[in-house]
């Protein structure tokens, strides 16, 4: 049997229970919570950040409600998603979208191991040496590949000879932010510092695509991207954001100049945000008012995005009543999130924006 959609982060009553935490109304969050674990909380191979115990222990984590038994079975759903990767690397495989994904992957575990209070765990560690093993190579076909190469397919269509993956929310974007993050509150593992390196540098050359094909990476002359939607899991803005962490972490200036120049091109391209048509976090207003926000709060220069922020806030309150969905990633509870702007309770976390 199917676990029960309300254990999903991004559309149950789990996600709808992060903004009532948000606004301090845990009675409504205790029975979303409830509703939630009504028909178990799985912990199988669909387990991740975005279901499950996992999505389970970030809620209560927002609402400083440290589970045991809950982190207990996150920690052996982490270790058994490691030893696949490992498997996988052993057997020189490429990987799959799902292995190192912040949706479903180890990238958003990480995240979620991240977000717990006191010393870093000794997992998350392994989590992130595993993020850096993907800057090494990968071979696949007699040709030398970046090692997040990934024989999925990104969407329904098939792509000849595989991809890279961009976005955040299942490309190499999430493993960047995720490292930077880490390496900002001083959790380092050997090679980090490389590898963010060598993910914001891919970022800069092909960020502006949402994933990448072999026919792209073996091109004489680089391509042109078309104007492309600059949501928070795919597009620019979100690849603006990872590459300012990426920058800040690295303590580059040049680099986080580049990154916020990114971000305002977006914002003030009529082309792209044309492309913009709904008010969700995951690839609506929603999600650039957030990123945006965080964009400007780490800029030395704010103020270059009070306009953007302003317009895209206007958007945002006037797409909200048009959403079907009541849900987190897709629906009116993540919008509203971001249209009020509190961030008390770290929720943006699941988004690896802050």
């Given at each position: 049997m199917s676990a029960p959609s309300t254990q999903a982060l991004a559309v149950g009553g789990l996600g709808r229970a992060l903004l009532h935490i948000?606004?301090?109304?845990?009675?409504?969050?205790?029975?979303?919570?409830?509703?939630?674990?009504?028909?178990?909380?799985?912990?199988?191979?669909?387990?991740?950040?975005?279901?499950?115990?996992?999505?389970?222990?970030?809620?209560?984590?927002?609402a400083g409600h440290a589970d045991q038994t809950v982190r207990a079975a996150v920690d052996r759903v982490v270790a058994a998603r490691l030893a696949a990767a490992r498997r996988r690397r052993e057997a020189a495989r490429l990987p799959t979208l799902a292995e190192f994904d912040l949706i479903r992957g180890l990238t958003g575990l990480g995240a979620l191991l991240l977000a717990r209070e006191g010393s870093p765990p000794l997992l998350l560690h392994e989590v992130l040496a595993h993020l850096v093993a993907l800057a090494c190579p990968a071979e696949a076909d007699a040709r030398v590949l970046p090692g997040w190469w990934s024989p999925d397919s990104p969407g329904h269509q098939e792509i000849a000879g595989g991809h890279a993956n961009n976005g955040v929310a299942h490309g190499i974007a999430g493993p960047l932010a995720l490292l930077s993050l880490a390496a900002r509150r001083g959790v380092l593992v050997e090679g980090q510092v490389e590898a963010i390196d060598a993910f914001a540098t891919w970022l800069e050359e092909f960020g502006a695509f949402y994933w990448t094909t072999l026919d792209q990476l073996l091109a004489d002359e680089p391509q042109q991207a078309p104007p492309?939607?600059?949501?928070?899991?795919?597009?620019?803005?979100?690849?603006?954001?990872?590459?300012?962490?990426?920058?800040?972490?690295?303590?580059?200036?040049?680099?986080?100049?580049?990154?916020?120049?990114?971000?305002?091109?977006?914002?003030?391209?009529?082309?792209?945000?044309?492309?913009?048509?709904?008010?969700?976090?995951?690839?609506?207003?929603?999600?650039?008012?957030?990123?945006?926000?965080?964009?400007?709060?780490?800029?030395?220069?704010?103020?270059?995005?009070?306009?953007?922020?302003?317009?895209?806030?206007?958007?945002?309150?006037?797409?909200?009543?048009?959403?079907?969905?009541?849900?987190?990633?897709?629906?009116?509870?993540?919008?509203?999130?971001?249209?009020?702007?509190?961030?008390?309770?770290?929720?943006?976390?699941?988004?690896?924006?802050h």
């Amino acid at each position: 049997m199917s676990a029960p959609s309300t254990q999903a982060l991004a559309v149950g009553g789990l996600g709808r229970a992060l903004l009532h935490i948000e606004r301090g109304n845990l009675s409504v969050a205790r029975l979303l919570l409830a509703e939630a674990v009504a028909g178990g909380v799985s912990t199988g191979s669909n387990a991740s950040l975005f279901h499950g115990a996992p999505a389970l222990e970030f809620v209560l984590g927002r609402a400083g409600h440290a589970d045991q038994t809950v982190r207990a079975a996150v920690d052996r759903v982490v270790a058994a998603r490691l030893a696949a990767a490992r498997r996988r690397r052993e057997a020189a495989r490429l990987p799959t979208l799902a292995e190192f994904d912040l949706i479903r992957g180890l990238t958003g575990l990480g995240a979620l191991l991240l977000a717990r209070e006191g010393s870093p765990p000794l997992l998350l560690h392994e989590v992130l040496a595993h993020l850096v093993a993907l800057a090494c190579p990968a071979e696949a076909d007699a040709r030398v590949l970046p090692g997040w190469w990934s024989p999925d397919s990104p969407g329904h269509q098939e792509i000849a000879g595989g991809h890279a993956n961009n976005g955040v929310a299942h490309g190499i974007a999430g493993p960047l932010a995720l490292l930077s993050l880490a390496a900002r509150r001083g959790v380092l593992v050997e090679g980090q510092v490389e590898a963010i390196d060598a993910f914001a540098t891919w970022l800069e050359e092909f960020g502006a695509f949402y994933w990448t094909t072999l026919d792209q990476l073996l091109a004489d002359e680089p391509q042109q991207a078309p104007p492309l939607r600059p949501s928070w899991c795919y597009g620019d803005l979100g690849i603006a954001r990872t590459l300012q962490l990426a920058a800040l972490a690295l303590g580059d200036d040049a680099r986080r100049q580049k990154a916020e120049d990114v971000a305002i091109a977006a914002l003030t391209d009529p082309a792209r945000l044309s492309r913009v048509t709904v008010a969700s976090l995951c690839h609506g207003w929603a999600g650039l008012l957030t990123v945006t926000t965080a964009i400007a709060a780490d800029s030395p220069i704010p103020g270059r995005f009070a306009e953007p922020i302003w317009q895209t806030r206007q958007r945002l309150a006037a797409g909200i009543p048009a959403l079907p969905k009541p849900g987190f990633l897709e629906g009116r509870a993540g919008a509203v999130l971001a249209l009020e702007g509190s961030n008390m309770t770290g929720w943006t976390r699941a988004l690896l924006i802050h």
